[in-house]
């Protein structure tokens, strides 16, 4: 059975920094693309971050040049460093992984909270 496990969430000052990971387990396939997605209290879930499985990174605007995404394929993992964290980032993130060859499917973790305080 495949599952993805986020961990690293956390209460962080403005200001401060965070570093999210992501495990895959039960994975016999390929892990295609992978993304961060976040939703705060009352809004919908977003798209943080995508990563290739070549480690072709794409950020949404709101976040560039302060989170980098990475992965590492061998270890099956992904990880989000959050840097100049602001009381907006606050919400749960989640790991989301494009898994198959021929045919893929999305898989999606549980969530971990990050709250960042003013």
């Known amino acids: 059975q495949i599952q993805l496990v986020e961990s690293g969430g956390g209460l962080v000052q403005a200001g401060g920094s965070l570093r999210l990971s992501c495990t895959a387990s039960g994975v016999d396939s390929r892990i295609n693309d992978m993304r961060w997605y976040r939703q705060a209290l009352g809004e919908e879930r977003e798209l943080v971050a995508s990563i290739s499985r070549s480690g072709d990174a794409n950020y949404k605007d709101f976040v560039k040049g302060r989170f980098t995404l990475s992965r590492d394929n061998n270890k099956k993992m992904m990880y989000l460093q959050m840097n100049s964290l602001k009381p907006e980032d606050t919400a749960v993130y989640y790991c989301?992984?494009?898994?198959?060859?021929?045919?893929?499917?999305?898989?999606w973790g549980q969530g971990t909270q990050v709250t960042v305080s003013s």
């Open positions: 989301y992984a494009d898994i198959g060859i021929i045919k893929s499917r999305g898989y």
